[in-house]
């Protein structure tokens, strides 16, 4: 089993930053894939990125690749997503979710565990 807790949302000016963490435990993290998807109302959860712990490898989903980031801290078993020239369609509720696989996979059905979310909105 895998424990998933998200943080860092809030209330965002299109243009600005903003970093989301997802505070992991409860299982060997070195095996596992993180990813980031986001829901905005009405619309189906959509890939935002995935990074796996072994080896640092990303994968970035095209809408917001070149704006958004993921790093982690081995120290605290958190995986960040730094989002940057922030629009209005980032507005979304921001999920993590982890996977056994090493496939850095884009596909919700990949993931086997999900954090509760967190609300992210861009608003002048």
């Known amino acids: 089993q895998v424990q998933l807790v998200e943080s860092g949302g809030g209330l965002v000016q299109p243009g600005g930053s903003l970093t989301l963490s997802c505070a992991a435990s409860?299982?060997?993290?070195?095996?596992?894939?993180m990813g980031w998807f986001r829901q905005a109302p009405g619309k189906e959860r959509e890939f935002v990125g995935a990074?796996?712990?072994?080896?640092?490898?990303?994968n970035i989903g095209d809408s917001v690749k070149g704006r958004f980031t993921i790093s982690r801290d081995n120290a605290k078993n958190t995986v960040y997503l730094q989002m940057r020239s922030l629009k209005f369609e980032d507005t979304a509720v921001y999920y993590c979710?982890?996977?056994?696989?090493?496939?850095?996979?884009?596909?919700?059905?990949?993931?086997?565990?999900w954090g509760q979310g967190t609300q992210v909105t861009v608003s002048s």
């Open positions: 979710a982890a996977d056994s696989s090493h496939l850095l996979s884009d596909y919700v059905l990949d993931y086997a565990y």
């Open positions: 409860g299982r060997t993290f070195s095996r596992l894939t």
């Open positions: 990074y796996r712990w072994s080896d640092s490898s990303t």
